[in-house]
């Protein structure tokens, strides 16, 4: 009489491999997901602190002028990056009104020929740091009582699954700041 030899199982058959690496790819595609949504929304993080050291910074630079800030020289300008007023660095005499035009180029633009390391010209100015960036500064009701600085900048949306040639996939953000000089 034969015996009869029981085969086990052993090892994995190739459906159960197959599912593990489904569920393993779909696993892996989520947190890609994930990354990138964390990097839009780190992105546009940095976007909003850039944005509030910006108006911060032209809040420190009206106060340190205050007379032309009073007076509303730094109200309603519109700053064009490719006219820079005349450089108020320290080297030259400078009044108060070409100052403000200074200050608010230097926000805007950027500082006017600061050379990196590398000797190229850096812009840190909100033009470079803030895509559609707008800085507008207004006195309610007079410069003396106070002013409203707003910076208005374009968002990306970290929601969007595909990128396409629309501007849906875009926000328009503001930073206002009401300040007493």
């Not at 450089?87 to 950027?110: E, I, R």
């Not at 960036?133 to 929601?159: A, Y």
Request: net charge negative; proline share 3%.
């Amino acid at each position: 009489m034969k015996n009869k030899i029981l085969h086990r199982q052993r090892g994995f058959n190739l459906i159960e491999v197959l599912a593990a690496a489904l569920i393993l790819s779909v696993g892996l595609l989520g947190l890609a997901g994930l990354q990138v949504s964390t990097l839009k929304n780190t992105q546009n993080a940095s976007s909003r602190q850039q944005a509030s050291f910006q108006v911060y910074e032209l809040l420190e630079r009206m106060r340190s002028n205050r007379d032309a800030a009073r007076r509303g020289d730094y109200a309603g300008v519109n700053t064009n990056c490719s006219n820079p007023p005349t450089a108020c660095d320290g080297s030259g005499n400078c009044t108060d009104t070409q100052l403000a035009a200074y200050d608010l180029y230097t926000v805007q633009c950027g500082n006017i020929g600061a050379a990196g390391a590398g000797g190229s010209v850096q812009n840190s100015g909100i033009s470079a740091l803030l895509p559609g960036g707008v800085l507008t500064v207004s006195c309610p009701v007079s410069c003396d009582t106070g002013v409203q600085i707003r910076l208005e900048w374009i968002e990306r949306l970290g929601d969007r699954q595909v990128a396409d040639t629309l501007d849906d996939d875009r926000e328009p953000m503001e930073v206002l700041l009401q300040a007493v000089l």
